[in-house]
């Protein structure tokens, strides 16, 4: 859903709202705006200017220069999972790292769902919104499963590894196979982007970096075709 100039924005912050995005015209002056970027900076919320032409495509109305994205679902933080994973004997997490293709996020999470995932956990910027596509391609499973959202993937990272949660990282570019990797214990699997693939920042904190095996001449799979086997391997193991 979205919502529509610079007062009811505000209002919507003021609310408590679940915003995924802000979107504020570019070179757009006035005390008003001026407030309205302070409460979006103060409350950390994914914003972007943008030319008058993409907001005036996203809604008719008379938008003022301002259009915020409003998320169907409640973001959980990193104290509001804690329980959910001490409640888990065995807790599965799922990390993606700026994967911004909603068609992938919403077949990751549909897998995810299905697969059992404890949580999943995204970054506030660079990730992709949720929005009808991404609930579409989730088959629903979106409503179904917690989901996470941090300032900085690392923080996650850092607070699951206090947790006694293993971090296991896919990268093609590691020496070590997913198939030799010892999922049957508490462990956050973090994929990347198609295109960027995992943050090499991240990459240093993990405490393991594998692969899936590749004979074929395309080095990669899709993410969200990645992320599953990563997923039911974890599972095979377990049962």
């Given at each position: 859903m979205e919502i529509f100039g610079i007062r009811a924005v505000m209002e919507a912050i003021n609310s408590s709202k679940d915003i995924d995005k802000v979107f504020i015209q570019i070179g757009l002056k006035g005390g008003l705006i001026g407030t309205l970027e302070s409460l979006i900076r103060k409350n950390k919320i994914n914003f972007s200017y943008v030319p008058k032409q993409k907001l005036d495509r996203l809604s008719k109305k008379n938008h003022q220069g301002v259009i915020a994205r409003i998320s169907p679902i409640k973001f959980l933080d990193l104290n509001q999972i804690d329980r959910i994973i001490t409640e888990n004997k065995l807790p599965l997490l799922l990390i993606l790292d700026q994967i911004n293709d909603v068609r992938n996020f919403g077949a990751i999470i549909r897998t995810a769902e299905v697969a059992g995932v404890t949580a999943v956990v995204i970054q506030n910027s660079s990730s992709a919104p949720v929005n009808s596509d991404t609930i579409?391609?989730?088959?629903?499973?979106?409503?179904?499963i917690p989901v996470c959202k941090v300032n900085h993937i690392k923080d996650a990272i850092y607070h699951f590894k206090s947790l006694g949660i293993s971090i296991v990282s896919a990268?093609?570019?590691?020496?070590?196979?997913?198939?030799?990797?010892?999922?049957?214990?508490?462990?956050?699997?973090?994929?990347?982007?198609?295109?960027?693939?995992?943050?090499?920042?991240?990459?240093?904190?993990?405490?393991?970096?594998?692969?899936?095996?590749?004979?074929?001449?395309?080095?990669?799979?899709?993410?969200?075709?990645a992320c599953g086997i990563f997923l039911y391997e974890a599972i095979r193991q377990r049962i």
């Open positions: 579409k391609t989730s088959a629903g499973a979106i409503f179904n990268s093609e570019k590691s020496d070590k196979n997913l198939y030799d990797t010892n999922l049957k214990k508490p462990v956050a699997i973090v994929m990347g982007s198609e295109n960027k693939g995992i943050n090499k920042s991240v990459l240093k904190i993990s405490d393991e970096i594998v692969k899936l095996p590749i004979y074929g001449k395309i080095e990669s799979l899709n993410v969200s075709v």
